[in-house]
């Protein structure tokens, strides 16, 4: 608890007036959004996060979509797991195609983390998710089980069906017994058809800050 | 487990070769597809269940989409709730819009489930399900509040977001303190901009098997 | 040209600083928003219509989705047709589910259209069309011709296959012969399965500036 | 006309009874569906184009989606260009994500199309289309501009708004200076966030039959 409030308030002093800002999913993300309301109050906010989406509108931010915003002054997001040269895995939260496309967009791309996950290689235990269509399901299975992975579709906890993503997509999480290559294996996954994007961020992350917990300290990386 | 087998059981036999049949949701329909495999092989299969169509494609049916899909024989699916006059609430799955269409092509819809379910006036701890645009979130939202209702629209337990149907829509559950004036209540939820389609079925089922697991019996009805 | 601009004259002073703004399509209502944008700087602009939207990105506007906006101050729109009692058909632009939101969000909603357009009884050239997910393809062809109308499904000029409305579904074109009993007959359609929304707007329109090109007049109605 | 007899007369034999059997859009396809039908009719279809899959279900054939197709035989398809190693642009029909999915699960992908385009380089002329997800359009426009490409979204003939493709999403048309490199540029967009797939394909041509209407000669090709 404490250390995200750390994290944010090195995160704070970043957001300027005026800016158009870059929230991301997760509760470090969630909290940064709270108090920048209070810090500044004339900055419009994209979101890939359903969640967030709907706390900034509460706390009255101008949201507007990334289709017609040329430019993103900075961006904050999590991950799962960020290695040392600016590549990260954003695998949980399935909203990883519109994080990336902010990510993108973004002059800079802050990612707020604990430092437990930069890691020097990433961890096959942490699935590689697609975005895939509907119609290119039975290629996407087959295609990663040739690349030697394990293929399981999301299936949604409330309703018969798959758990879709925002733009009715499929996620399929992808376990491999080794990211040694993961650079290959990803342009492989993102050249077969139908698959919209993977939760690989391949050299996108400007700059983080991490959290120790257990030092109580703050170190900003990159 | 056995007034299961046994609604099936009843079933069976109106599966006649050459059929273009309806499969929707659930495990009594599932059993059904199961069974009619063995017991006829050369009907074509429209289901609005993503699981059904699983296990239908798995079992070597051909299935086909109701788009291009002029007439369907018979069809069978569960329900949450039925009167005596072929209403009914179908609400759990989430896939009523797709169920609707099936239901309006098919020359008989038959509704398989327990006795229990067979009401007189529909118990309003059943939500009704509104398949919902994601533009018509706000108004939707306000006009189920206006009618008297609680809206609760579904969050995805595996990703940051809503649960969404197949179409890419919203899931809201409402909750009205009673059922009495459903037909017309119901009306004006279909006549608000962005609702899809409601989980009320009005007048669409031709004929019921009902089971009775404490006398073993199974009735059929209409 | 001229009695357009004489149409926004009298619409320009409803707008106010600190309104949520909704602009339809169609040329009037451009040149509404173009003027708006030198008359008031600090309104917010939802609209259901990309070519406005685009329109008002580039003019500096501050453009949000219906989905999180709670009201909508006032909204101006075109229409087909429009009869003495706020009823309208907006049939060309394939956005009406989109604009029946914004419309139903809308304290006032505005049509801004020639006079001719208001008419006693709508004619039945000007096609009722319909909204429709594509698995409801052959459902609500079906339908239509059950009801005695003639349906053309919208076709894409610059594409293999249909032309597709923003939420991905089909537009289909319905000629009836008579639009004698049109509430009737669009109840009908609305309650049939896979039909997202109709282009007959029911007793939404609240107020509309009408213009007579031949007397160079405005008179503003209801 | 008559070389696309002659081009439907050598790819007919190759269409086998319980085949799965892949048809593209176009005219030339077209003719071979419409003779197959004549030819073999336990053959089950899949198709990429909204055109075929209704004159497929016309005629009598069974046709199913891709999405749960493990194997597909033989897929005949169009072209606007095509190479000596098997590469091709396929940009008019906007359908070329679709087209990419069946073209990677079929054991043969067969182009038929007439001689000229057959090149050795590709020609600028002909765009490269990129299916883009709409929120990713400010994002996907900048990139191809940094990239020295022109880019276009496609727009609606019958409607406000854009072209959208099957899976709701915008057609880019991208013109570059050359196409020296092409391959290197395709991959650099389909690794943009947002790009869903290009109208290059790179090596999924398995053979070709192509027409010479001079010499009314027909060659096949690999």
């Known amino acids: 608890m404490a250390i995200k409030q750390a994290i944010v308030a090195q995160a704070l002093p970043l957001i300027k ?7 991301g999913g997760g509760t470090t993300v969630g909290e940064l959004v709270r108090q920048a309301a209070n810090h500044v109050n004339d900055i419009t906010v994209v979101t890939p996060s359903p969640t967030t989406r709907q706390l900034a509108t509460v706390l ?6 990334p289709a017609y915003c040329d430019r993103i002054d900075i ?8 290695d040392h040269h600016g590549n990260a895995l954003k695998s949980g939260g399935g909203i990883h195609t519109a994080e990336k496309i902010i990510a993108s967009l973004a002059d800079e791309y802050w990612l707020l983390t604990v430092k437990d996950r930069l890691v020097d290689q990433f961890d096959p235990q942490t699935p590689l998710v697609l975005e895939v269509l509907p119609t290119a399901f039975a290629l996407v299975m087959q295609t990663v089980s040739d690349l030697g992975g394990q293929a399981t579709v999301r299936t949604a906890a409330n309703r018969d069906g798959f758990t879709l993503s925002d733009q009715g997509n499929l996620l399929i999480d992808c376990h491999f ?6 650079s290959a294996l990803n342009q492989e ?15 996108l992350v400007t700059n983080a800050i991490l959290g120790d917990a257990d030092h109580q300290q703050v170190t900003t990386l990159f």
Chains 1, 2, 3, 4 share one sequence.
């Open 60 to 65: 009255g931010y101008t949201v507007i979509s």
């Open 17 to 23: 007036a005026g800016m158009v800002v870059g929230f």
């Open 177 to 182: 017994p080794t990211y040694e290559h993961l």
């Open 75 to 82: 961006a904050f997001d999590g991950c799962d797991q960020l």
């Open 189 to 203: 996954l993102v050249a077969t058809a139908g698959v919209v994007e993977t939760s690989y961020f391949d050299r």
